[in-house]
């Protein structure tokens, strides 16, 4: 296989757009026969290990030879960093919400808005439940049930309110250092989660604070009586939360970051007598198993990436994008429009990001673009299509809680963070408002790390 190693060819891509196929057929196919979360039914990871055996059968070389590459993909460095993040992150959120954690969030959040701007506030509650747990479909979860309760005692606008519940939980699954769309992103890039964060942040921010005025002039409640349901919070469990993002923004080690989240989770949680000792070690274990599919996902692909590259099929398809981008901002487009066809597909943000991610890098290092900024388009892109799709989770989320009351097409033309999102996000390829981050701490392409350490 080491012969072929320069070549381009666009057959050899042939395995991972099967992994497509299936997924996307799978879906199809499911939705048409009435299958409630069809595009979530059929495992990422079984659909990807078929493209694995077709990539097998198809490469020439012996099984042996074969293997080694898909082993080298498999164990490379970002893709088995990024799966122990996984696993911390997993543990960490898992644990944090076994002691309480998620409860004094919602209920801290909700005691403090004020019932008049109930619709905006319900927006923040989302943004900072999500950006602490970093899991938009948890953050619904939580949230929905409450929106739909004070919707309709307060006379609001039910569709806006979904929808301000959907725009702030993919706030946070954008932007959390603990999110695994952000794991993805940053390691296929190779940089690191603070600077994304700074510069991705730069973009987000302006987004929300103009979507929580619209819906403070456009969700006002009919009825300002709304006698509000918070059950107790304790403030001190919130603090794990807070010192993982400082720690991740300060410069720490992810790893220990989330190793010490983990324990502060867990003290508190013996502490207030949340946890004991066993419920701890399953509260790891089952944090670590929920993120199994994305965790064996990235392995497959990671090693599917590398057979296919060694095949020549990443170079064709560069040498095929090489012809339509002139230069780095038509190469930040191409990343865009990429990843959200690539979302529209699958309806995974995250395996859209895992997917990509190798092309997009491929593209900064020819075009000397900053994978700080590859990684924060790929991320907000993914979540822009996510957060919009009619059969993304999040909008099926809010479908099935509210027993069909609101559709897909009341919902869509309301998500006004997703679409400000974009249009911030479009502006800053073309006006580089966002980048003090990597002006500050230019890259060094050769040694593919900032120049400043």
Not at 15 to 42: K, N, T
Not at 153 to 160: A, I, R, S, V
Not at 239 to 245: C, D, E, K, Q, W
Request: contains cysteine; neutral net charge.
């Amino acid at each position: 296989m080491q012969q072929q190693q320069q070549k381009a060819r666009g057959i050899a891509l042939f395995p991972f757009l099967l992994f497509i196929i299936i997924y996307l057929g799978a879906g199809i196919v499911l939705q048409s026969m009435g299958v409630d979360q069809a595009f979530y039914q059929f495992p990422a990871p079984t659909a990807c290990l078929i493209g694995v055996v077709v990539a097998f059968i198809m490469f020439k070389g012996s099984i042996d030879d074969k293997f080694a590459v898909f082993a080298r993909g498999v164990g490379s460095q970002d893709i088995t960093i990024m799966c122990m993040i996984y696993l911390l992150s997993g543990a960490f959120a898992t644990v944090a919400s076994t002691m309480g954690g998620v409860d004094s969030v919602v209920n801290f959040a909700l005691s403090v808005v004020p019932v008049h701007f109930i619709t905006a506030g319900l927006f923040i509650v989302a943004c900072f439940m999500s950006l602490a747990t970093g899991t938009s479909m948890g953050t619904m979860s939580a949230l929905v049930p409450i929106g739909i309760g004070i919707a309709q005692t307060g006379g609001l606008n039910m569709p806006l309110t979904m929808a301000a519940l959907i725009g702030g939980a993919m706030f946070g699954d954008n932007l959390s250092i603990i999110s695994d769309t952000t794991i993805a992103a940053t390691r296929t890039q190779g940089c690191e989660m603070r600077d994304k964060f700074r510069l991705n942040g730069t973009i987000a921010l302006p987004a929300a604070v103009i979507t929580a005025i619209l819906l403070l002039v456009m969700g006002r409640p009919e009825n300002t009586e709304i006698a509000l349901e918070i059950g107790s919070y304790s403030v001190v469990k919130i603090l794990p939360y807070l010192a993982v993002l400082i720690l991740a923004l300060v410069g720490m080690n992810v790893f220990a970051v989330l190793t010490l989240g983990v324990v502060f989770s867990g003290v508190i949680g013996f502490i207030s007598g949340d946890l004991t000792v066993l419920s701890f070690a399953k509260a790891i274990y089952d944090g670590m198993l929920g993120m199994m599919e994305v965790f064996l996902t990235s392995i497959f692909i990671g090693g599917l990436a590398e057979m296919v590259k060694e095949e020549g099929g990443i170079q064709w398809l560069l040498n095929k994008i090489q012809k339509i981008i002139k230069g780095p901002k038509s190469a930040e487009v191409g990343i865009a429009l990429m990843v959200v066809a690539t979302d529209m597909a699958i309806a995974n943000n995250t395996v859209s990001i895992i997917v990509d991610g190798p092309i997009a890098r491929g593209i900064a290092e020819e075009y000397k673009v900053d994978p700080r900024r590859t990684a924060s388009l790929l991320d907000m892109f993914a979540c822009i299509s996510q957060g919009a799709i009619p059969y993304g989770a999040q909008i099926l989320m809010v479908g099935s809680l509210t027993g069909g009351a609101v559709s897909a097409l009341q919902v869509i033309p309301l998500l006004w963070y997703q679409g400000l999102l974009a249009v911030f996000a479009i502006i800053s390829i073309f006006v580089p408002f966002a980048d003090w981050p990597i002006k500050k701490n230019p890259w060094n392409f050769e040694k593919w790390e900032p120049m400043h350490k």
